[in-house]
């Protein structure tokens, strides 16, 4: 069998209310040439029931025990045979001529391994709630990535081969693993942002819990540090490390406002 153009890949764990949605969004793009690879992550709701109600050949299912984000995305990499690898989360929307946009975009310039987008983002009720506009070209993006995620992780298309030179995602991250991985990428990739929005991401109250707040910007210090000694940045990178472990010594409420003086 021929490899597809692009291989989508999809981690879920108890993703019955928006997971055929997610599944549909990317079955009907413009550029059918794909496989969607879903690693259901040891889910108890309806998940397995409706990925087994999909009859598309192009869909290629994988369950596993709860172990993680990272490990279920790891998983979908090492079954991917295209040599674009894309992203798309269980409770967000894929627009139609996404994949084809992106494709076309990384087969003009072959030196950006990494490619994300802007995304429109809802609430549980699809009520507009505005949108996400990273920053577009590789001198820009560099220079945010050390200060903030400038990716939606539910937009990125990414050659498979650069992924795959570092080794995927760190499975040791719980939270934050996109992060990590775009500033392992950096190192070795020019990275774009289509100004666009492509995708629809759901933000769902109370996923943030406070202790995954904290376990968050545990893992942006020791993400930014890596980069760090890896030589992504120089030494005075080392300065944006500190900033989220101040913001650990704060009570939650006064962690917004520092967040925006410091300008992230």
């Not at 072959?110 to 996400?132: F, K, N």
């Not at 769902?204 to 993400?223: P, Q, S």
């Not at 005075?236 to 009570?251: K, N, Q, S, T, V």
Request: charged share 25%; glycine share 6%.
């Amino acid at each position: 069998m021929a490899a597809p153009a692009v291989s989508v890949l999809m981690g879920v764990h108890d993703g019955a209310a928006w997971i055929s949605r997610a599944i549909a969004s990317v079955l009907t793009q413009t550029l059918a040439d794909l496989e969607l690879i879903v690693v259901d992550d040891g889910s108890a709701d309806a998940t397995p029931t409706l990925l087994a109600g999909v009859r598309d050949p192009r869909l290629v299912v994988e369950r596993q025990a709860r172990a993680g984000l990272a490990v279920a995305l790891n998983r979908a990499l090492a079954r991917a045979r295209a040599p674009l690898v894309a992203r798309l989360d269980a409770d967000d929307v894929a627009l139609p001529t996404r994949l084809e946009r992106q494709r076309a975009f990384l087969q003009a310039h072959p030196e950006v391994g990494l490619l994300g987008t802007a995304a429109r983002v809802v609430d549980e009720s699809d009520r507009d709630m505005g949108i996400t506009r990273p920053p577009e070209d590789d001198r820009a993006i560099r220079r945010a990535l050390i200060r903030r995620n400038p990716f939606v992780h539910s937009s990125v298309m990414l050659r498979r081969a650069v992924v795959s030179s570092v080794g995927g995602y760190d499975a040791s991250f719980t939270v934050a693993q996109d992060y990590d991985l775009w500033l392992r990428l950096s190192v070795i990739t020019r990275m774009a942002n289509l100004a666009e929005p492509l995708v629809i991401r759901r933000l769902v109250a109370g996923r943030v819990t406070a202790a995954r707040e904290d376990e968050r910007l545990r893992a942006e210090a020791r993400a930014r540090w890596r980069a760090v000694r890896a030589g992504a940045y120089p030494p005075w990178g080392a300065l944006f490390a500190l900033r989220p472990l101040l913001a650990l010594a704060l009570p939650g409420p006064l962690r917004g406002p520092l967040r925006r003086a410091l300008g992230r």
